[in-house]
Every structure is written in C-alpha cells, then in structure tokens.
C-alpha cells in the first residue's frame, strides 16, 4: 500500500516537473521572439529596404554595412 502511494507521489512530481520544464522553454522561445521583434527585425526590415532601393553589386555586403552602421548609431 504504501509502495503504490509512493510511485504515484513520484509519478506526481514527474509530471509537474515535465510541465515546469516545458513551460520554461516556451517562455525562452517568447522572451527570444520578442527581443528580435523589438530590437533586430526593424533593422532588418530598414536595411532590406534600402537594398532594394540601391540595388548594390554585393546586396549581403551592403545590408551587413548598413545593420553594422545602424548598431553603431543605437550604441551611442
């Protein structure tokens, strides 16, 4: 009897520590998502645009000057 109560206690913990876990790596994926929606997607999106309003030679080389211009300009 008290055997079964205690692999049910353990079963218990094991599946609210399963949970804790997964809700963890939800809440890293969000945290994540959020900091590319505020702080690299506008960026991006800005030097895209000026890529395809240059029309440069080398586009790769082109949008990494412009983040790396950008960076420099929200740095000071």
Do not use: W
Not at 4 to 13: E, F, I, P, W, Y
Not at 24 to 31: A, I, P, R, T, Y
Not at 36 to 57: D, H, Q
Request: aromatic fraction near 8%; charged fraction near 30%.
């Amino acid at each position: 009897m008290q055997r079964k109560a205690l692999v049910s206690l353990q079963d218990g913990r094991l599946d609210f520590l399963q949970k804790h876990v997964e809700s963890l790596k939800m809440s890293e994926k969000m945290f994540m998502r959020q900091f590319l929606m505020k702080c690299v997607i506008p960026v991006l999106t800005e030097g895209m645009i000026e890529v395809c309003r240059v029309v440069p030679t080398d586009p790769v080389d082109y949008l990494a000057d412009y983040i790396f211009k950008k960076s420099n300009e929200v740095a000071k």
